[in-house]
């Protein structure tokens, strides 16, 4: 459970109760109608009740002083979904949506999580295949996937909200992955699969790259037609047991000459895209911890056509919640697309 922060905790119940005067007064005096369009969505969060959430409108002053002294955030209140420890933290589903329309699916770090991360073994050694035969798994040559946790998200979010994502699958890689010189630092993989679960499990190891069954190497070769695949993004044989292949973008900067601090990619597997993978570096989250980094939101590239309808991301965002001490990635700014 959370608890409000120290700082908070000192100012005692003046402040406490000169900012639920001001919040009382935006609710009930009137507004002009042009100032009501200033108007912001904050989750309310009491420092007397953290485990009690409520959606409120307020004017961008009142959001502020929220969102500053107190556990509250900005978007309506968030559908949680399943949660997972990891380092001195725990990982957690989440989704925010304003009636049948998505505004962010994500997940939380909370606090601890980047700390006591493991490093050793270099995986959780699910997903091994003894490549030389030799009776033995070698646990830095012949395992993939680092530490994975696959997050479903809240029921009552999907059953209201129509889009293809189902769970978040957060993979920590301690010593990053290939290409070497590229993506070989400390780094999370957060899969966002719009298939189910089964489905990846199904992605056996195996002699195939990178460590994948050959039958199932094969179906991950199969691309969807080109107009549903972003431009820029390639097939270079990224597949992986229990995720699919990764399509990257070669134009992304760490292909030419700057350090990998995050990136975009596209899962597919059978002709259908499967996921969508924002990967960041370890660096660049504890950045936004520390405040060296100021959390925003990049863009998507979009395909052309849809195979699937729904309401699909055009941004992802890293940002760093202070007041709640949480890391945040999300995808933001839906748009309803048909399947084309």
């Given at each position: 459970?959370?608890?409000?922060?120290?700082?908070?905790?000192?100012?005692?119940?003046?402040?406490?109760?000169?900012?639920?005067?001001?919040?009382?007064?935006?609710?009930?005096?009137?507004?002009?109608?042009?100032?009501?369009?200033?108007?912001?969505?904050?989750?309310?969060?009491?420092?007397?009740?953290?485990?009690?959430?409520?959606?409120?409108?307020?004017?961008?002053?009142?959001?502020?002083?929220?969102?500053?002294?107190?556990?509250?955030?900005?978007?309506?209140?968030?559908?949680?979904?399943?949660?997972?420890?990891?380092?001195?933290?725990?990982?957690?589903?989440?989704?925010q949506a304003e009636g049948p329309v998505p505004t962010a699916?994500?997940?939380?770090?909370?606090?601890?999580?980047?700390?006591?991360?493991?490093?050793?073994?270099?995986?959780?050694?699910?997903?091994?295949?003894?490549?030389?035969?030799?009776?033995?798994?070698?646990?830095?040559?012949?395992?993939?996937?680092?530490?994975?946790?696959?997050?479903?998200?809240?029921?009552?979010?999907?059953?209201?909200?129509?889009?293809?994502?189902?769970?978040?699958?957060?993979?920590?890689?301690?010593?990053?992955?290939?290409?070497?010189?590229?993506w070989d630092t400390p780094h999370f993989d957060v899969h966002?699969?719009?298939?189910?679960?089964?489905?990846?499990?199904?992605?056996?190891?195996?002699?195939?790259?990178?460590?994948?069954?050959?039958?199932?190497?094969?179906?991950?070769?199969?691309?969807?037609?080109?107009?549903?695949?972003?431009?820029?993004?390639?097939?270079?044989?990224?597949?992986?047991?229990?995720?699919?292949?990764?399509?990257?973008?070669?134009?992304?900067?760490?292909?030419?000459?700057?350090?990998?601090?995050?990136?975009?990619?596209?899962?597919?597997?059978?002709?259908?895209?499967?996921?969508?993978?924002?990967?960041?570096?370890?660096?660049?989250?504890?950045?936004?911890?520390?405040?060296?980094?100021a959390g925003r939101c990049f863009p998507i590239k979009q395909?052309?056509?849809?195979?699937?309808?729904?309401?699909?991301?055009?941004?992802?965002?890293?940002?760093?919640?202070?007041?709640?001490?949480?890391?945040?990635?999300?995808?933001?700014?839906?748009?309803?697309?048909?399947?084309?």
């Amino acid at each position: 459970m959370s608890h409000p922060p120290t700082s908070s905790r000192r100012r005692g119940p003046l402040r406490a109760a000169v900012l639920a005067l001001v919040l009382l007064a935006s609710v009930f005096v009137p507004l002009h109608p042009a100032s009501a369009a200033a108007l912001v969505t904050v989750c309310e969060v009491r420092p007397a009740a953290p485990w009690h959430e409520r959606t409120v409108r307020v004017p961008k002053p009142v959001a502020d002083h929220l969102v500053r002294d107190t556990l509250s955030y900005l978007g309506p209140c968030a559908a949680y979904g399943e949660r997972a420890r990891l380092g001195r933290g725990e990982l957690v589903a989440y989704a925010q949506a304003e009636g049948p329309v998505p505004t962010a699916i994500g997940v939380i770090f909370r606090r601890g999580t980047l700390d006591g991360l493991p490093y050793h073994p270099p995986t959780a050694g699910l997903w091994c295949h003894d490549r030389d035969g030799d009776g033995t798994v070698d646990p830095h040559a012949e395992c993939a996937g680092g530490y994975e946790n696959a997050l479903h998200l809240s029921p009552a979010f999907k059953r209201k909200v129509d889009t293809p994502f189902t769970y978040v699958l957060v993979n920590w890689n301690p010593h990053g992955h290939i290409p070497e010189g590229v993506w070989d630092t400390p780094h999370f993989d957060v899969h966002f699969y719009l298939n189910a679960n089964a489905e990846r499990l199904a992605i056996r190891p195996g002699p195939c790259p990178v460590l994948t069954h050959c039958d199932d190497y094969r179906l991950a070769k199969i691309l969807p037609p080109a107009r549903y695949i972003p431009p820029g993004y390639e097939d270079v044989d990224a597949v992986e047991p229990a995720m699919g292949n990764h399509l990257i973008d070669p134009s992304s900067p760490e292909f030419h000459g700057s350090p990998f601090t995050h990136t975009f990619l596209f899962g597919v597997y059978n002709g259908a895209i499967t996921f969508y993978e924002p990967m960041v570096n370890l660096t660049y989250y504890e950045g936004l911890r520390d405040g060296t980094i100021a959390g925003r939101c990049f863009p998507i590239k979009q395909p052309a056509a849809w195979q699937r309808g729904g309401w699909y991301p055009t941004s992802y965002c890293l940002r760093y919640r202070a007041n709640r001490g949480e890391l945040v990635t999300s995808l933001e700014n839906f748009v309803y697309r048909k399947a084309t």
